[in-house]
C-alpha cells in the first residue's frame, strides 16, 4: 500500500482539514489490495466549482435580513449549454410543425401551392426536433437514460411529459415528410401524421417554459405566469425566422412571415411582463437587470425588435427577409441562453428566496 502526502482541503477556511484525499477511516476499513492503487480520472474541480466557496470567516448575522449563514437554499443546475441549444431547437421545431399542420389543414390535398410551404415546416421540425433530441440525450450522458424516463407516464411532471412529447413530435414529423407526398393508403398515413406532429409541435414549442417555471428558481417562480407564453413566442418567431432564411424568395410563405411578426410581437410584450412579475422584489429581479445576465437578456430583446422591425421592410427590400431571420435566430438563442444563466444566477442568490418565502408567509 502506497501513502499519500497529506495535503489540506479548504485552507484558507476557519476549519481547514488535513486529508490523504480518500478519507479513508482505518478504524473501521483498509486502503489495501488492487482497488487501493486505482486513481480518479478527474480531479475534484467541477465538483467544487459547483458548491458553494469555504469560509474565509465567520458570518455575519444581519437581523434586517436574515439568511442561513449567506449559504444558497437551492443548488445550481447541473445542465450543460446543450439544455439552451435544446430549447432552442425544440421550441423551433414545435412550432413549424403545428404551423405545418395548420396549413396542411386549410390546403386541399395535391399539388396544391400552400403544400410546399406545410413541407418546408415540416422538413424544419424533422431537422429541430432530431437534432434538439441529439442534444437533450448528449446532456444526459448516456442514450438509455431517455429511454428510462418513458418508464412511466406522469401528466404532473413536465420533464416526464417533455419526454413523452418529444418521443412522439420526431416519429411523426419524419413519417409525414416520408409519406404525405404519395398515393393511396400511405398518403393518408402522411396526412394522419401530418395532423399528429402538429399536436405534438404545440405542446413541444411550450412545454420547456412550463418545465422551467415549475422549477423552484425564485425569478421563475414569481414569472410563472409568463414563462411558458414566452417560450410559446419565441418559438413561433423562431420557426418563421428559420423558415425566412432557407427559403427567402418563397412566394407563398406569407402566413409563416404573419406568423413570425406575431410571434416577435408576443415574445416582446411576454419579456416585459416577465420583467414587471419579477420585480416585485427587487432581489428576484437583479439577474434581469446586473451582471452578465442581464447583458444575454436585453439582448435578446434588442434583437427580436430588430427582427421585427426588418421583418416590417421586406415588402421594400427583399433582402430584409433574411436579415429578419438572422436576427430572430440570434434574438432566440440570446433568449434561451439568458434563461439558463439567470436561473443559476437566482439560485445562487441566497437572498432572492428568503425575500420570496417572507412575502409568501
Request: charged share 20%; hydrophobic share 45%.
Amino acid at each position: 500500500m502506497t501513502t499519500r502526502t497529506p495535503e489540506w482541503r479548504y485552507p484558507t477556511s476557519v476549519d481547514p482539514v488535513a486529508t490523504d484525499g480518500r478519507d479513508i477511516d482505518t478504524r473501521v476499513a483498509m486502503l489495501d489490495g488492487e482497488g487501493a492503487q486505482q486513481r480518479a480520472e478527474r480531479d475534484g474541480r467541477a465538483a467544487t466549482s459547483a458548491s458553494p466557496a469555504a469560509w474565509d470567516r465567520l458570518p455575519e448575522v444581519v437581523q434586517a435580513d436574515p439568511t442561513y449563514y449567506d449559504r444558497p437554499l437551492l443548488k445550481r443546475s447541473p445542465w450543460s449549454i446543450d439544455i439552451p441549444i435544446y430549447y432552442f431547437l425544440g421550441g423551433m421545431a414545435g412550432a413549424a410543425l403545428t404551423l405545418g399542420a395548420a396549413i396542411q389543414l386549410a390546403s386541399p390535398r395535391g399539388k396544391h401551392p400552400l403544400r410546399r410551404v406545410s413541407e418546408i415546416c415540416h422538413w424544419t421540425g424533422v431537422a429541430g426536433s432530431t437534432a434538439g433530441a441529439a442534444f437533450l440525450i448528449h446532456d444526459l450522458g448516456r442514450p438509455e437514460r431517455f429511454l428510462y424516463m418513458m418508464r412511466v407516464f406522469r401528466p404532473t411532471s413536465p420533464m416526464n411529459m417533455g419526454t413523452w412529447i418529444l418521443g412522439g413530435a420526431a416519429p411523426t414529423a419524419i413519417t409525414t415528410v416520408l409519406l404525405i407526398n404519395r398515393r393511396g393508403f400511405w398518403g393518408t398515413v402522411g396526412e394522419v401524421t401530418g395532423y399528429l406532429s402538429g399536436i405534438f409541435g404545440a405542446a413541444l414549442a411550450g412545454y420547456t417554459g412550463v418545465l422551467v417555471s415549475n422549477s423552484a428558481i425564485p425569478i421563475w417562480q414569481q414569472a410563472r405566469r409568463w414563462v411558458p407564453p414566452l417560450f410559446m413566442a419565441s418559438s413561433a418567431a423562431t420557426a418563421a425566422s428559420v423558415i425566412d432564411v432557407i427559403s427567402p424568395h418563397c412566394r407563398r410563405c406569407g402566413l409563416t412571415r404573419v406568423f413570425g411578426t406575431a410571434g416577435r410581437v408576443a415574445e416582446i410584450a411576454a419579456s416585459k411582463m416577465v420583467e414587471r412579475a419579477a420585480g416585485e422584489f427587487p432581489k428576484l429581479g437583479e439577474p434581469l437587470h446586473k451582471g452578465g445576465t442581464a447583458i444575454l437578456w436585453r439582448l435578446a430583446s434588442t434583437l427580436t425588435s430588430a427582427s421585427l422591425g426588418a421583418s416590417l421592410l421586406r415588402k421594400r427590400r427583399p433582402r430584409a427577409s433574411v436579415v429578419a431571420g438572422l436576427l430572430g435566430i440570434a434574438g432566440s438563442l440570446c433568449l434561451r441562453f439568458a434563461v439558463h444563466y439567470i436561473s443559476n444566477a437566482s439560485a445562487n442568490d441566497p437572498r432572492a428566496a428568503f425575500h420570496q418565502q417572507r412575502a409568501v408567509r
